[in-house]
């Protein structure tokens, strides 16, 4: 099983980026996926979540900002971030559970400048 993250970067504030999260090594359709994030010195936290069948939650600190999407012909999770903040920086990983485990990418960094 593979959790490959890709799409961060450095912006400014006010800008966006998308990441996206493509799995294999499992039937992708029935999982559901998460992004967490972890900024230096703090714990790993949840941004987004989307269930199997397409239900969607957030952290309220992204609320209204940030936007998960799956596509299962692509085996790939989205997440859009838009009005990044400074706060947003952070090691963004994707996730999802097997037999409960949990199963990480290996993480991609945004960094947000003000």
């Known amino acids: 099983v593979q959790l490959q993250a890709s799409g961060g970067g450095l912006v400014q504030a006010g800008g966006s980026l998308r990441l996206s999260c493509v799995a294999s090594?499992?039937?992708?359709?029935?999982?559901?996926l998460g992004w967490y994030r972890q900024a230096p010195g703090k714990q790993r936290e949840l941004v987004a979540a989307?269930?199997?069948?397409?239900?969607?939650n957030y952290a309220d600190s992204v609320k209204g900002r940030f936007t998960i999407s799956r596509d299962n012909a692509k085996n790939t999770v989205y997440l859009h971030m838009n009005s990044l903040k400074p706060e947003d920086t952070a090691v963004y990983y994707c996730?999802?559970?097997?037999?409960?485990?949990?199963?990480w990418g290996q993480g991609t960094q945004v960094t947000v400048s003000s």
């Open positions: 989307i269930s199997r069948g397409g239900s969607i």
């Open positions: 090594g499992i039937v992708f359709r029935l999982h559901a």
């Open positions: 996730n999802t559970q097997q037999f409960g485990y949990d199963l």
